[in-house]
């Protein structure tokens, strides 16, 4: 259970990140908020808080409409899942033995 979990996170983190740096990009403030409310909950769930805090904090600038502050917030967030992906891998394979 929790190495499909992992792999989940794997497949879908990536692909959520590139619609959030898009809809960034294109100040879209509606799928800024949605997106960043899906990663919330994803990393929520893996207990990844601090990451999940910089994804609540992308979503609360969304909703309340500060796209001034959501290139910086990104940044923010990208440093803090810096190596994730490195890290869900390792956790993978101690899992599956």
Known sequence: ????????????????????????????????????????????????????????QLEKAARAGHAESLGDALAVFEMEVNGLLSEVEIIMAAVRV
């Open 1 to 56: 259970m929790l190495h499909e979990l992992f792999s989940i996170f794997k497949e879908e983190f990536p692909r959520q990140l590139q619609a959030l740096q898009q809809a960034i990009t294109g100040r879209d403030l509606t799928q800024i908020g949605d997106i960043s409310h899906t990663l919330k909950g994803m990393l929520a769930s893996l207990a990844v808080t601090g990451a999940a805090e910089q994804a609540s």
